[in-house]
Nanobody, 125 residues
Framework: QVQLVESGGGLVQAGGSLRLSCAAS????????IGWFRQAPGKEREFVAA????????YYADSVKGRFTISRDNAKNTVSLQMNSLKPEDTAVYYC??????????????????WGKGTLVTVSS
């Protein structure tokens, strides 16, 4: 059973930074791509960023490109999302997810096999 546990959420002022981490059980990082998604109040869950399992290529939503960075720490078996220049519209619950290899790169949500429980990020103006 795959388990994904997010940490690092919190309250930050606009323009500030936060770093989210995702710890996974077993060999999840070798069997799946890892993605970050978010869901703001009253909105649908959306793709934020993804890291491919072998070649470590990264993909970002246009709304976070240039501000967010997804990366992997093999020693700690974690995937992180560094979020800089945060905006109030980045406020959401952020979820780590294991994405099935072969998922089309414009259909990340449809390829999720496992979800973490999420961590809340609140950006005040």
């Amino acid at each position: 059973q795959v388990q994904l546990v997010e940490s690092g959420g919190g309250l930050v002022q606009a323009g500030g930074s936060l770093r989210l981490s995702c710890a996974a059980s077993g060999r999840t990082f070798s069997s799946h791509h890892i993605g970050w998604f978010r869901q703001a109040p009253g909105k649908e869950r959306e793709f934020v960023a993804a890291l491919l399992r072998w070649i470590a290529s990264t993909y970002y939503a246009d709304s976070v490109k240039g501000r967010f960075t997804i990366s992997r720490d093999n020693a700690k078996n974690t995937v992180s999302l560094q979020m800089n220049s945060l905006k109030p519209e980045d406020t959401a619950v952020y979820y780590c997810a294991a994405v099935r290899p072969g998922t089309n790169y414009d259909k990340w949500l449809g390829g999720v096999d496992y979800w973490g429980k999420g961590t809340l990020v609140t950006v005040s103006s």
